[in-house]
Structure formats: structure tokens, C-alpha cells
T-cell receptor, first 114, second 113 residues
Framework: ETGVTQSPTHLIKTRGQQVTLRCSSQ?????VSWYQQALGQGPQFIFQ???????GRGNFPPRFSGLQFPNYSSELNVNALELDDSALYLC?????????????FGPGTRLTVT | KQEVTQIPAALSVPEGENLVLNCSFT??????LQWFRQDPGKGLTSLLL?????REQTSGRLNASLDKSSGRSTLYIAASQPGDSATYLC????????????FGTGTRLTVIP
């Protein structure tokens, strides 16, 4: 069974640029959630995708957007990057068929905006 | 809105000591509570998950308890080792909306050899 994977591992972008982060969900999981973790903080929920539709969103502006594909993998897109977007971005997958609703996390993508 | 608080923010103990990390949350309508470990610059490692109907879970030297009615959880680490040094995060899975996780800001643990 393959766990959650994310790419790239690290990324450096310039303010104003756009970035795309990728996540492959664990086998059998149909739901993907994205979280942003700033330095010294706990992760904060960005949004969730279920069956290729956004299924809930945290307090993040519209320049944070996402996609989920038929194989349940997902992308997080951030437009007009700001310095405060520098963070660890975590992806988590889960299954709506599991009773525990447990989310399984990937290793994260470290984004640095200069 | 769910808020999760972890106390203390940092803790330093000598090797071999038993310790307790605390987590509190404001809304008891949760599916589960999860404790994670995070090493510097790394992702999250799940340690224990307690379903809302359960009172505690154990894994090796770790024991987590949950008192949903009072909005509290503790993580007990027995016979601490230098390898336990990390940040420990508590998260509750909300029953509303997307069933997303709400995290505390973590307790940074240092175990001194």
C-alpha cells in the first residue's frame, strides 16, 4: 500500500509568482485535504476535495485554489505569491468509507517566497 | 469555531522522566482527537488516534486520554528518551463542514541525556 506523497519537496519562488503543489493520495482514499503550516504554528486547514469538488474551505483567500483528479490526486495552486505564503504545505488523504475519518499526511512541501 | 490549546509550549526534561502534555479544545462535537509528532522541518507522524467514544489509547510508552465533555486530552510519555525530542501536536477532527482537523500550536519537547 502506497502512502501519501507530495512533490516537490522544496520550492523557492519570488513574490507575485504562481506555484503548483502536487499530492498523491493513499491507495483507496477519495478525499484530499490541504493544510498550511507557518513556522512555529500548527497546521491550518486550507480546503478539502472530495469526488473532484471542493468540499470545505478554511479562512484562505481565493488566490489559493485546488483541483482533484479522477485518480483522487490533487493540486494546490497559489497565485500572486506573498512573503507570508512561505510555509510547509501538507496534504492529507482519507476515505469516506472509513469509520474513523482518520487523515493520513504526506511529508509536505516547503515553500519559500522571496 | 473550534480552538485547540496546548500547554506547555515548551518542555525540557532529563532522560528517563515520565511526562504529560496537555491539550484542550472548545467544541466537544468531534469525531476524534489525534496526537502527532513533528521533527524539525519534517512532516507529521501520527502517534495515537482516539475516537470520540473512547477514553484512551496506548502505544508502547505512549498513552493518550480523552475527556470529551471537558474538552481535554493528555499525552503521557513514560521513561522519556532523547529520541523523543520533537514537537508534539494535538488535533481534533470537527463534525461540521469538511470534518477537517483543528491543530494546536504544539509542545516542543527536549529530553536531555
Amino acid at each position: 500500500e502506497t502512502g501519501v506523497t507530495q512533490s516537490p519537496t522544496h520550492l523557492i519562488k519570488t513574490r507575485g509568482q504562481q506555484v503548483t503543489l502536487r499530492c498523491s493520495s493513499q491507495s483507496g482514499h477519495n478525499t484530499v485535504s490541504w493544510y498550511q503550516q507557518a513556522l512555529g504554528q500548527g497546521p491550518q486547514f486550507i480546503f478539502q476535495y472530495y469526488r473532484e469538488e471542493e468540499n470545505g474551505r478554511g479562512n484562505f483567500p481565493p488566490r489559493f485554489s485546488g483541483l482533484q483528479f479522477p485518480n483522487y490526486s490533487s493540486e494546490l495552486n497559489v497565485n500572486a505569491l506573498e512573503l507570508d505564503d512561505s510555509a510547509l504545505y501538507l496534504c492529507a488523504s482519507s476515505s469516506d468509507r472509513a469509520s474513523s475519518y482518520e487523515q493520513y499526511f504526506g511529508p509536505g512541501t516547503r515553500l519559500t517566497v522571496t | 469555531k473550534q480552538e485547540v490549546t496546548q500547554i506547555p509550549a515548551a518542555l525540557s526534561v532529563p532522560e528517563g522522566e515520565n511526562l504529560v502534555l496537555n491539550c484542550s479544545f472548545t467544541d466537544s462535537a468531534i469525531y476524534n482527537l489525534q496526537w502527532f509528532r513533528q521533527d524539525p522541518g519534517k512532516g507529521l507522524t501520527s502517534l495515537l488516534l482516539i475516537q470520540s467514544s473512547q477514553r484512551e489509547q496506548t502505544s508502547g510508552r505512549l498513552n493518550a486520554s480523552l475527556d470529551k465533555s471537558s474538552g481535554r486530552s493528555t499525552l503521557y510519555i513514560a521513561a522519556s528518551q532523547p529520541g523523543d525530542s520533537a514537537t508534539y501536536l494535538c488535533a481534533v477532527q470537527d463534525q461540521t463542514g469538511a470534518n477537517n482537523l483543528f491543530f494546536g500550536t504544539g509542545t516542543r519537547l527536549t529530553v536531555i541525556p
